[in-house]
């Protein structure tokens, strides 16, 4: 098993070492041939003669050689390896390459979206590219190093469900042996039935939507980030927990990628303070006296709206980040806690940042009655999320929790204009890995 990397040769000057990867790059130079050999870790120069010609990109080869301090006057300082070279004395090619469709070699990858998702087994191995994906495993690991260190327990929640959780027909219904189920579109029954165990829970997990859109901030697969937690004693403490952990995903971000950060030019969301916290009211009027524009009567803020606040929060309180709350009852799904002293409108919350939606959140009704109640009033069969009630027939504490898009998060650290580019194998309506246009549809069964 390979035990050397190609960062680690920067200790081994002098030294005779081994060394596996994909090619690069080559550089022929007539008698001296130059490789930039990759691995996870980075690329390192490699030096030999024209026998290395043979050799194309992204071949995967084992390199044997002496590790030599590079002249001064050819370090390269953009690479960690960039002082020191390998002089090969041997290399095997491994497995060959057939001819790259993209070049791989620039800094930029600049190819469309559609070409990037197309070739994505290649495309993921484009430095600027994995980088996102190191992020993104920041990012959920930090979510759960916060969260543990809150004592809250992880769990995982299944994917097939009996009953849509939040209603509605944006759900993927399938044929589970002769009965009809779902693809679940959020933890959420789960999470509460497991609030009832362990008091203060967690999960990662996947969570299909099917939403008929084609937007560069919707997927029908996303990776989300949810936590619940019972014993609650106002529904702002689930918005303390929020502004918690999303501040110490950010601050593990800035710990541990400063090099991915760097090669994107980006930089952290900005948070001054305490994150400012607005009811959806008086948000909307905010918009309206900044751009005229009139949605006061609007359950939801709109993409643009969410932009107007973002920039105002920017503004007036030196934050890129901005809770909204008390979202209609209408707007909200049937377990949402209504606020009695502002009837009509519930304990919940968005927190949205750089002009788009990252999380939802808020208190969860814990009466059984009024679950039921407010079930009926939806047209939502209960019955068949019989293993749900069961939580609340036998006890259930006040509380409350949240879910982040974990490819939203990243997609606004790294400032990557679409979703899709945040997602390892994006799925939407146009794709399931290849461009469902290039499949043939199968004929309706009779």
Sequence with gaps: MKSLFVEDVVEKVGKEVELYGWVHNLRDHKKIVFVDLRDRTGILQVVGDETLRKLSPEDVIWVKGIVKERPKNLVNPKLKTGAVEV?????????????????????????????????????????????????????????????????????????????AAEGGSEVFEILYFNHKAFLSQSPQFYKQIMVGVFEKVFSVNKTLRAEPSVTTRHIAEATTLD????????????????????????????????????????TLPKVSGKIPRIKLRKAQEIIFKRTKQDHRNEPDLSPEDEREICAWALEEKQSELV????????????????????????????????????????????????????????NIDIKKSDLYLQAFKYGMPPEGGFSFGSERIVMKILGLENVREASLFPRDMERVD???????KKPPSK
């Design 87 to 163: 002089e090969a004395k041997d290399f095997k090619i491994l497995s060959e390459a057939n001819e790259l469709p993209i070049d791989l070699t620039k800094d930029e990858l600049n190819v469309s979206l559609p070409t990037l998702l197309d070739y994505r087994s290649l495309t993921l191995r484009h430095p600027k590219i994995s980088a996102i994906f190191t992020v993104q495993e920041t990012v959920i690991d930090a979510f759960r190093e916060g969260l543990k260190k809150k004592g809250f327990v992880e769990f995982q929640s299944p994917v097939i469900v009996p009953e």
């Design 227 to 266: 936590a619940e937690f019972g014993f609650i004693d106002s529904w702002e403490e689930i918005m303390d927990v929020t502004e918690y952990i999303i501040k110490y995903m950010f601050e593990e971000v800035r710990n541990k990628n400063q090099e991915e950060l760097k090669m994107y030019d980006a």
């Design 323 to 378: 809770f909204v709350t008390h979202y209609p009852v209408s707007k909200r799904p049937f377990y949402t806690y209504e606020d009695p002293d502002d009837l009509g409108y519930t304990l919940s919350f968005d927190l949205l940042g750089r002009g788009i939606e990252l999380l939802t959140g808020g208190q969860r009704i814990h009466q059984l009655e009024t679950l039921v109640k407010n079930a009926k009033k939806r």
């Design 434 to 440: 290849v461009r469902l246009s290039t499949i043939q």
